[in-house]
């Protein structure tokens, strides 16, 4: 890396500890639980060439150095897909912290298919969904019902 890279512009001790950090999460890699999930089918290389067989994803994952265990792994269908992208972006932008407060919509127009996961506003998106796009969702104390699909 050269002078500008960003571990040449961490003052020293925040830069000690971030190695520190690393350091801790190297030695744990052996203990972390991972669970995987594979989205795409034979898209892209890698995982996705095996889309089709869960036990070949599964030795690719038993050969790596992460803990992972016999029900670790699976096909992810597209509904957890949209649910688990809603989680993350609205966890990124703070709106999981205030009950009651916004959320953010979720559209991925990926690279084989599509998600799209909200929290509806009015109680009759609820009731005009098709039971299978509706999920209940308990996290941080609260219960989410997301429309994805």
């Known amino acids: ?51 089709d067989d869960v036990e070949k994803v599964k030795e690719v994952f ?7 265990g016999d029900d670790c792994v699976s096909i ?21 912290k205030t009950p009651g407060g916004s959320s953010v919509g979720m559209l991925d127009l990926g690279g084989g298919s599509t998600q799209i996961a909200f929290l509806p506003r009015v109680e009759g998106t609820l009731q005009a969904s098709p039971p299978g796009y509706l999920t209940a969702l308990r996290m941080f104390n609260r219960t989410y019902k997301l429309y994805s699909y």
């Open 62 to 68: 038993k050969a790596s150095p992460f803990l992972v």
């Open 1 to 51: 890396p050269g002078r500008g890279s960003p571990k040449d512009r961490l003052p020293p001790a925040p830069r000690k500890r971030a190695l520190v950090s690393v350091g801790v999460a190297e030695r744990a890699v052996h203990e972390t639980p991972t669970l995987t999930h594979e989205t795409f089918k034979a898209l892209k290389p890698g995982l996705s060439a095996y889309a």
């Open 76 to 96: 992810m269908n597209g509904t957890d897909e949209g649910v688990s992208a809603w989680i993350t972006i609205n966890f990124l932008t703070g709106s999981l």
